[in-house]
């Protein structure tokens, strides 16, 4: 597992130095067995070889993420290859309206008829050394900005009143996701951000989302790869001039929409479901539908977009 992922950091053209210390890195802070089931084997690569060389530098150093970016840029993705390629256990903590300082630390409940101290993911990820994703840290309220300005400190320990100090693993390393424009969001305070190295996550590449086109699904013809790649630009176009909403910008959308064509589902049907039903307004699914059947016909079958 090890080789494989530092090989494919090669592959992406990192820098051998980096390679290196992450591999030092990955020898000299072990992890617990009881934890190996943590470290994450993601699904989906995320490619972009200045990207990866800033994060993998930053986490070197010592430093926490802040990955800014509108949807299907990768920051989610990008958070999990980290995790892997540095062979850490993660934790997932998303923020929303109900996060408090209690589901992040941890709270007192009943087991066996006593009250015990059940750990909370941000406790559980200081405490081993694990690599934390804070995902939507911009929708974090009061309560929960409190614990993240401990965590994210300088001197490494956390001391939120009410609970006991925790001093925070030297491997510990927190990747926050933001984006801006969805209900709920907020800007985040300077104190708070200042705690981050901060990556702008820019859109794939065409030439990217061929590749993981051609990676995820070898027996797509190559035609078709132009063709779906084409497609979701043209959707993150329209989306830019605010044509359409970001709902149908959805590669991971498109990427089972491939997967249902792939066994035997009609392609403009797969499209619809992936794609297009993720608009909830009529005129904008329209608009949606248009696009993909400028690239996509209605009598369009399995064998036409895969090799035998």
Known sequence: MEEKVLNFLRKEGISENLIDEVDKFRKFYKVESKLEYRIPSPKYKYYGNDVWEEAITALLCGENLLLV????????????????????????????????????????TFENGQVVFRNGPIYECAKWGGFGVLDEINMAKNDSVAVLHATLDYRRIID????????????????????????????????????????????????????????????????????????????????????????????????????????????IKALQMGIANKSFDDFERTLVEDVIRLRISDSMERNEIFKD
């Open 69 to 108: 970016g509108s949807k299907a840029t990768g920051k989610n993705v990008l958070a999990e290859n980290l995790s892997a390629v540095f062979g850490r256990p993660k934790w997932d903590i998303s923020f929303h309206v109900n996060t408090d300082s209690s589901s992040l630390i941890g709270t007192d």
């Open 160 to 267: 939120v009143p009410g609970y006991d100090k925790i001093t925070i693993d030297d491997a510990s390393r927190f990747i926050a996701t933001m984006n801006y424009g969805y209900a709920g969001t907020r800007e985040l305070n300077e104190a708070l951000t200042s705690r981050f190295m901060v990556i702008n996550m820019p859109n794939i590449s065409a030439d990217n989302l061929r590749k993981l086109l051609q990676i995820e699904y070898p027996d797509l013809k190559e035609g078709y790869v132009e063709q779906f790649a084409g497609l979701f630009k043209d959707l993150q176009l329209k989306s830019e001039n605010s044509e359409i909403s970001t709902k149908s910008v959805d590669l991971r959308g498109l990427l089972s929409s491939v997967n249902l064509m792939n066994k035997g589902l009609s392609p």
